[in-house]
Nanobody, 121 residues
Framework: QVQLVEAGGGLVQPGGSLRLSCAAS????????MGWYRQAPGKERERVAI???????SYADSVRGRFTISRDNAKNTVFLQMNSLQPEDTAVYYC???????????????WGQGTQVTVSS
């Protein structure tokens, strides 16, 4: 099994910054894509950003230019640097990883427990 532990959420004023982290542990052979999603009250979960094993990134239009996703492959950790935060960024943020537990095995997706980000004055 794989466990994901998220950290870094909280309350911030508009225009402020937060940095989220998500560390994966367990019986991991290899992690492929890592990503961040968010879900606001009454809305569907949406993809925020993803990063491949090789470092290629993709962002939602609503966060491009303000958020930066990165990863530390040695520590199986993914980060989300969030700048110029706005009230509409308020949501529960979830990380996920696509991982193989053994060579040539299937790819499984695991999710973190979620961390609350609230942007308010």
């Amino acid at each position: 099994q794989v466990q994901l532990v998220e950290a870094g959420g909280g309350l911030v004023q508009p225009g402020g910054s937060l940095r989220l982290s998500c560390a994966a542990s367990g019986s991991i052979f290899r992690i492929n894509t890592m990503g961040w999603y968010r879900q606001a009250p009454g809305k569907e979960r949406e993809r925020v950003a993803i990063i491949t094993e090789g470092g290629s990134t993709s962002y939602a239009d609503s966060v491009r230019g303000r958020f930066t996703i990165s990863r530390d492959n040695a520590k199986n950790t993914v980060f989300l640097q969030m700048n110029s935060l706005q009230p509409e960024d308020t949501a529960v943020y979830y990380c996920n990883v696509d991982t193989r537990l053994r060579p040539a095995g299937p790819v499984y997706r695991y999710w973190g427990q979620g961390t609350q980000v609230t942007v308010s004055s």
